[in-house]
């Protein structure tokens, strides 16, 4: 189908053996469809007739022939002011960014038991590291971590199995999406991808600015976006 980040699509999730009642509903925003060049691929809440959420719908949007899009490598710098150098361009904020659980962790060997999951998360220069989980394959932290980042930036995630010293699974979201999540208070799951482009479970994040902090300016690309779309949805897990 065509669509344009004007439009909006009703999504409905119906019961064939039951005369196709409705079992949850959610609208599609174009500017969320079109929100990554190539694609995206996102989570849609759904709701009931009382507006109760009713569970949640995977989606997943191609530009015809584009290729899955992943997340632009972290850049490697050869110290820390080289890499403050490059993101002081935009203007910068201090953001929490709370790892909340990981969920079907997928790339690991069976023959060597469940992994021992720990997330690496990085913006520019500055890496941190979660705690270390034992022996899951749906590890919960509930860790927040501190970042000064800024629009045009990307988060780059890492899920490693610390037991076999090895990437499970990357993923990333631009900073301007984290900081709509820290705006209107959502979660977003990350879809992570292993090193044969499959899937390798998914990780659920939250955002949150420090009290007091000054609310950044979107970037361009984002900014466009909203124009041509009014305020975020809100409904979406990025």
Request: hydrophobic share 40%; proline share 5%; net charge negative.
């Amino acid at each position: 189908l065509t669509m344009h980040p004007s439009d909006s699509m009703q999504v409905l999730v119906k019961d064939g053996a039951r005369g196709d009642t409705v079992l949850g509903s959610g609208v599609l925003s174009g500017k969320t469809a079109l929100s990554r060049r190539g694609g995206a691929e996102f989570w849609m809440i759904l709701e009931d007739a009382q507006m109760q959420e009713a569970g949640k719908l995977r989606l997943a949007t191609r530009e015809p022939g584009a290729p899955r899009i992943v997340p632009p490598r972290p850049a490697v710098h050869t110290n820390a002011e080289q890499a403050s150098k490059i993101s002081s361009t935009s203007e910068r904020s201090r953001i929490f960014i709370k790892v909340i659980n990981a969920e079907h962790l997928t790339d690991f060997d069976p023959q060597q038991g469940k992994p021992d999951p720990c997330v690496v998360l990085k913006i520019g220069g500055d890496e941190q590291r979660s705690t270390i989980k034992q022996r899951t394959t749906d590890p919960i932290w509930n860790e927040k971590y501190a970042f000064t980042a800024g629009a045009g930036e990307w988060l780059h995630v890492d899920i490693r199995n610390v037991a076999a010293d090895r990437v499970m699974g990357r993923g990333g979201l631009p900073v301007d999406e984290l900081f709509n999540i820290a705006q209107i208070h959502k979660l977003v799951e990350i879809t992570m991808i292993d090193d044969q482009e499959r899937d390798a479970g998914v990780l659920v994040l939250g955002a949150s600015f420090e009290p007091g902090s000054r609310i950044p300016q979107q970037s361009a690309a984002a900014q466009a976006l909203d124009a041509a779309d009014g305020v975020m949805d809100g409904k979406f897990f990025g």
